[in-house]
């Protein structure tokens, strides 16, 4: 006998916009403001021009965008001779945070223009890495269960999700608030990471094989698989709990997905209403579209994703119908 897997009818829909052709994107804020990498280059591509900015600061000789805000201020992780620095870019001034000895990377900014990533000492290995939240005076390490830890994303409170070491050694996801790190792992569910975080507690990130989301009470739980998946992973998340990320499947070797195994593929994937769904299907794409993943969601819904639709590669906006 022959079992099937059928996802059910989808009770909402998301209109295609193209940003920017052969724009990987990083990060969005609520205005849809993005950045990323643009032919290799970093780039800011602001919503109501479409004009790309460049993020390459002065002196430095190779730049990842990593996070913008609803004011406008982007994070740029730069290297330098003497290093890895954190830059942040507004309103056309590129401001360098010196941290003399050390290896800067940050990972996002809040809203409240607070910023988290990682730091070591130069040249030291990464086990060395540890998590920090700069709050525009000084550099605060946010601490590890162990030995090492790593911020990726934080919210207006100032609360941050990463990851870090536990006492057996294992990876496991955490929770930096209120001067403690907090272990997201339970006993029914194993976090991997914290991936993001919104201002009113939703947690989101990756698990053992599936994605992960926390609520704001605390529940952790999974978020499954698409029909004929093998693996999913949750990279963003808004207020409401729309969350985004990519999730892999067994299908058709793909150009985009030189990288996967075998037959497996990327999809980008948005989990709303208690279900993991293919973003290309919510937005009727045909079947020759390929998303590889969905990299942000703002206030308003929109979905953020990277890939090709009728032969054009870049970034794509989805707004909620």
Excluded: C
Excluded at 137 to 142: E, G, I, N
Excluded at 235 to 263: E, K, M, Q, Y
């Amino acid at each position: 006998m022959i079992s099937a897997t059928f996802e059910p009818p989808a009770p909402f829909e998301y209109v295609p916009q193209l940003l920017a052709q052969s724009l990987s994107p990083r990060a969005m804020n609520d205005r849809a403001d993005v950045v990323g990498l643009l032919n290799g280059g970093p780039v800011l591509v602001p919503r109501g021009t479409g004009a790309p900015i460049s993020l390459l600061p002065p002196r430095a000789s190779g730049a990842l965008p990593t996070g913008i805000n609803s004011a406008g201020l982007v994070t740029v992780s730069a290297r330098f001779g003497d290093g890895a620095h954190l830059v942040v870019y507004g309103s056309g001034v590129f401001m360098e945070i010196a941290a003399p000895g050390l290896d800067v990377f940050p990972h996002a900014i809040s809203n409240a223009n607070e910023i988290v990533g990682v730091y070591r000492p130069v040249n030291a290995p990464v086990t060395a890495e540890r998590a920090f939240l700069y709050d525009g005076a000084k550099l605060k390490d946010l601490g590890t269960i162990h030995r090492w830890s790593a911020a990726y994303a934080v919210n207006g409170s100032g609360a941050a999700v990463g990851t870090t070491d536990g006492l057996d050694g294992l990876e496991t996801g955490a929770y930096f608030h209120d001067g403690i790190v907090e272990d997201l792992s339970t006993s029914e569910v194993h976090v991997v990471d914290g991936q993001a975080i919104s201002d009113s507690g939703w947690i989101v990130g990756t698990g053992s094989v599936e994605g992960i989301i926390r609520l704001p009470a605390g529940t952790v739980k999974t978020v499954g698989l698409l029909p004929g998946g093998k693996a999913s992973a949750l990279s963003t998340v808004n207020n409401d709990g729309i969350a985004a990320g990519t999730a892999v499947v067994f299908g058709h070797r793909s150009p985009l997905a030189r990288s996967s195994p075998g037959n497996e593929v990327p999809r980008a994937v948005v989990y709303r209403g208690d279900h993991l769904w293919d973003l290309a299907r919510l937005a009727r794409l045909p079947s020759s579209a390929l998303l590889v993943s969905a990299v942000a969601v703002n206030r308003g819904g929109q979905v953020l994703a990277y890939g090709t639709i009728d032969g054009v590669q870049g970034a794509w906006l989805f707004t909620p119908r």
